[in-house]
């Protein structure tokens, strides 16, 4: 694999800084990209190389116009990628390029990953001897919503991709990031994959908090997420917990959910048997709720009962208390879930209620359930109770021979 390859273009403005890297890949986010440059132009250390990764279909001219026109301080190279390869294809391509061009240190850097501290490069760049090197993590979401996980649990929650540091030295050890599993789950491999103490520094970046209703909002990114952890991660506890996220979510969208879960539980279902993921998973996942999408006028929202959950969706005894709870309080209610963190408790929630909307923007709310004629709620239930346990173990009993046989192998990928 040469970075050549993987570009159609590459586009350098100003002169080389030094040799830290930053690498960057942007779909189409333009504005966004945009807003994250002018944040760059405040940190306090400029001595580095930005390296943006675009999207194949991204006006590049347009922005190699702005950036010439803005006379940035670091050094700003422009590629577009000539097919469309993920996030994950795109840190690779960025860790190529700092390998083939004498780079020491890459930063990952995703566009939507903010700096929230002026110094943030500086301190990365100050503890480069560590060779791994990490700020802390914040979640922004919407209505000012914004929590930070616990600080001892800083390894599990804060991505290798959210400006982390990375000596050569680490990259030519370990590989690049896994290119096919095109996007979700491919940092949380790459973390496992680095067997490296990680630094931390108190500097903190801030990023949108996308767990829990992203069930709703973008339910193909969302299962894509599932079936590449079930493909591509080692840790035995994560792929216990997403194989019961799936095998409790599959028959319950199959039964419960309108016309649009019950097509998407058969693909998830198929996906999972063929231990298909990446870009082919994903394109086999795309699913139209627009027709499902109401506003608030359009059904009984004043009467629904509003659940909103924002505690850190960590799978433990408090996140299943919380589950028990709503799903008996919500039994034969109409529901409108304004916020949730935890995707299970919205599948679990389509079992019980009368009728189940959760909000995907503003005056937007997605339809989960209808389960107003009791007759057919209760044959539902009783389905349910019926399949659960037969499909989880022959899911099971496809899954775990795949898993042992086709599990990638990571380790090293990308290096010649």
């Known amino acids: 694999m040469e970075f050549r390859s993987l570009v159609s273009s590459v586009k350098m403005i100003g002169k080389r800084r030094g040799g830290l890297l930053v690498a960057m890949p942007c779909f189409n986010e333009y504005q966004l990209l945009l807003r994250h440059l002018d944040i760059l132009t405040r940190q306090s250390f400029q001595d580095f190389d930005l390296l943006i990764v675009l999207g194949k279909d991204f006006d590049g001219q347009k922005l190699v116009s702005y950036a010439l026109g803005k006379k940035f301080k670091f050094g700003i190279i422009v590629c577009r990628r000539n097919s469309d390869s993920g996030s994950a294809g795109g840190f690779a391509a960025g860790q190529k390029y700092a390998l083939e061009n004498g780079y020491k240190y890459v930063i990952l850097a995703d566009v939507d990953c903010l700096p929230r501290d002026k110094r943030l490069i500086e301190r990365l760049y100050g503890s480069r001897q560590a060779g791994f090197v990490s700020p802390t993590e914040a979640f922004d979401g919407e209505d000012g919503f914004r929590f930070a996980p616990d600080s001892k649990n800083r390894d599990a929650y804060t991505p290798v991709t959210h400006y982390c540091l990375y000596s050569i030295g680490l990259v030519k050890k370990y590989g690049l990031m896994f290119a096919p599993i095109y996007t979700g789950a491919d940092d949380a491999e790459y973390a496992e994959r680095i067997r490296e103490k990680r630094e931390f520094i108190g500097c903190a970046v801030a990023h949108p908090f996308a767990i829990g209703d992203t069930v709703c909002r973008k339910p193909a990114s969302f299962w894509l997420y599932v079936l590449n952890t079930l493909a591509i991660i080692k840790s035995k506890r994560r792929i216990a917990f997403n194989f019961l996220r799936a095998a409790f979510s599959v028959p319950v969208m199959f039964l419960f959910f309108p016309k649009y879960g019950h097509d998407l539980s058969k693909k998830i279902a198929a996906n999972l048997a063929s231990f298909t993921y990446g870009k082919k998973a994903l394109e086999s996942l795309k699913t139209d709720i627009g027709p499902y999408i109401a506003g608030r006028e359009e059904f009984d929202y004043s009467r629904s009962r509003k659940i909103f959950y924002s505690d850190f969706p960590v799978p433990n005894l408090s996140l299943a208390k919380k589950i028990a709870g709503e799903l008996f309080a919500c039994f034969g209610k109409s529901v409108s879930i304004e916020r949730s963190t935890s995707d299970l408790l919205i599948t679990a929630l389509a079992v019980s209620a009368k009728e189940l909307h959760c909000k995907v923007g503003a005056n937007q709310y997605l339809l989960v359930a209808k389960n107003k004629n009791p007759l057919a709620h209760a044959a539902k239930l ?24 086709r599990q990638p192998k990571t380790l090293g990928y990308g290096l010649n």
Do not use: D, N, Q, R
């Open 382 to 405: 009783l389905a349910f109770a019926a399949l659960f346990l037969p499909f989880a173990l022959l899911l099971l009993g496809i899954y775990l021979p795949s898993k042992l046989i």
